[in-house]
T-cell receptor, first 113, second 114 residues
Framework: AQSVTQLDSQVPVFEEAPVELRCNYS??????LFWYVQYPNQGLQLLLK??????LVKGINGFEAEFNKSQTSFHLRKPSVHISDTAEYFC???????????FGKGTHLIIQP | EAGVAQSPRYKIIEKRQSVAFWCNPI?????LYWYQQILGQGPKLLIQ????????DSQLPKDRFSAERLKGVDSTLKIQPAKLEDSAVYLC????????????FGPGTRLLVL
């Protein structure tokens, strides 16, 4: 069985400051890792995904994430956030023959002016 | 390209009533998923279809939930009878194929059971 832990339910940060949203996963098999974003009153949208290869993955809107197998982590980062980044961010995992995504509980990113 | 369509967007019912949700995936997408998202939690997979066949329904409460995708295109998820704990957002997603293909999500149906 797979599981995802997002360590922070809320992360407040000032506009133009850097941010890191933490994600740890548990799995006994090789996994694929994803970050999705959910803007207010909108559906989930893929930010980026790690399948294989380079452990640093770049996504949309200036976000990037680094896969760390030894620490079973896939933290999301952005060097400078904007008000428009206010949203709920979900880390997810799939693999081991299962296509469906197992999601974490989400992290609410709050941008303060 | 049109996205994943879902209807209705909102539904309020009394407990023990039945309800149905509809999903139309992106054209050409063979794989369709239904997820349940309870307030404050991440989405949880209920069922996965590949064309009109079920791939995974291990987390579907089969005593009250059912789903079908008869022609391999649109899909219906039904709850009968509904319980208070079924209050959630029901999300439909589709992908071109299986495995690590990107899943595209619809806007969801928000269900409130009173």
């Amino acid at each position: 069985a797979q599981s995802v832990t997002q360590l922070d339910s809320q992360v407040p940060v000032f506009e133009e400051a850097p941010v890191e949203l933490r994600c740890n996963y548990s799995s006994s098999v090789s996994v694929y890792l994803f970050w999705y974003v959910q803007y207010p009153n909108q559906g989930l949208q893929l930010l980026l995904k790690y399948l294989s290869g380079s452990t640093l993955v770049k996504g949309i809107n200036g976000f990037e994430a680094e896969f760390n197998k030894s620490q079973t982590s896939f933290h999301l980062r952005k060097p400078s956030v904007h008000i428009s980044d206010t949203a709920e961010y979900f880390c997810a995992v799939s693999g081991g023959g299962a296509d469906g995504l197992t999601f974490g509980k989400g992290t609410h990113l709050i941008i303060q002016p | 390209e049109a996205g994943v369509a879902q209807s209705p967007r909102y539904k309020i019912i009394e407990k023990r009533q039945s309800v149905a949700f509809w999903c139309n995936p992106i054209s050409g997408h063979a794989t369709l998923y239904w997820y349940q998202q309870i307030l404050g939690q991440g989405p949880k997979l209920l069922i996965q279809f590949q064309n009109n066949g079920v791939v995974d329904d291990s987390q579907l409460p089969k005593d009250r939930f059912s789903a079908e995708r008869l022609k391999g295109v649109d899909s219906t998820l039904k709850i009968q009878p509904a319980k208070l704990e079924d209050s959630a957002v029901y999300l439909c997603a589709s992908s071109q194929g299986r495995g690590h293909e990107t899943q595209y999500f619809g806007p969801g149906t928000r269900l409130l059971v009173l």
